[in-house]
T-cell receptor, first 113, second 115 residues
Framework: AQSVSQHNHHVILSEAASLELGCNYSYGGTVNLFWYVQYPGQHLQLLLKYFSGDPLVKGIKGFEAEFIKSKFSFNLRKPSVQWSDTAEYFCAVLNTNAGKSTFGDGTTLTVKP | DAGVTQSPTHLIKTRGQHVTLRCSPISGHKSVSWYQQVLGQGPQFIFQYYEKEERGRGNFPDRFSARQFPNYSSELNVNALLLGDSALYLC??????????????FGSGTRLTVV
């Protein structure tokens, strides 16, 4: 069965600290990978996506993610977080054959000013 | 440009009743997906529709059904409601070009409470 694991449930950082959120998935077929963000009081928004090609993808607001196929991982990174990055972050995997998307349970990021 | 719109925003139903949730995708998006999100968890996939056909189904009972209309809007129906169906129901639309799903745009959801 397809699954997504986000290892960190809650991360607390100070402004300017570097961020890395882990995401591992279990599915051996062709996948599209996504990170979504949900700011307080807002709906889910697409942060970045990977389909193929360069495994390092860049998204909005300075976020990037690296796809490592051998590790089934798609970790999210940002060199220097801001208070406004406080949000919940979801990793998602789309099984292109079955049209089925699986989300992780999310990581809550709190950035202290 | 309007985003994904869902109606109603909130709904309270009694156990055993039926509910219909509605979703209008972004103009030009032909794929619509439905998700259920309970507190503390990520969205759980219910259905995907593309060009009015069901293209994917999650692990939900047959009480859950959906359809997509010629204008690409969609309805999610849930019969014989249970207390455990209380959740935020999200609709998401996406453009699909050359076989690629370019990522979902989510609506704000319908908060369903079953009492």
């Amino acid at each position: 069965a397809q699954s997504v694991s986000q290892h960190n449930h809650h991360v607390i950082l100070s402004e300017a600290a570097s961020l890395e959120l882990g995401c591992n998935y279990s599915y051996g077929g062709t996948v599209n990978l996504f990170w979504y963000v949900q700011y307080p009081g807002q709906h889910l928004q697409l942060l970045l996506k990977y389909f193929s090609g360069d495994p390092l993808v860049k998204g909005i607001k300075g976020f990037e993610a690296e796809f490592i196929k051998s590790k089934f991982s798609f970790n999210l990174r940002k060199p220097s977080v801001q208070w406004s990055d406080t949000a919940e972050y979801f990793c998602a995997v789309l099984n292109t054959n079955a049209g089925k998307s699986t989300f992780g349970d999310g990581t809550t990021l709190t950035v202290k000013p | 440009d309007a985003g994904v719109t869902q109606s109603p925003t909130h709904l309270i139903k009694t156990r055993g009743q039926h509910v219909t949730l509605r979703c209008s995708p972004i103009s030009g998006h032909k794929s619509v997906s439905w998700y259920q999100q309970v507190l503390g968890q990520g969205p759980q996939f219910i259905f995907q529709y593309y060009e009015k056909e069901e293209r994917g189904r999650g692990n939900f009972p047959d009480r859950f059904s959906a359809r997509q209309f010629p204008n690409y809007s969609s309805e999610l129906n849930v019969n014989a409601l249970l207390l455990g169906d209380s959740a935020l129901y999200l609709c998401a639309s996406s453009p699909i070009r050359q076989g690629y799903n370019y990522g979902y745009t989510f609506g704000s959801g319908t908060r369903l409470t079953v009492v």
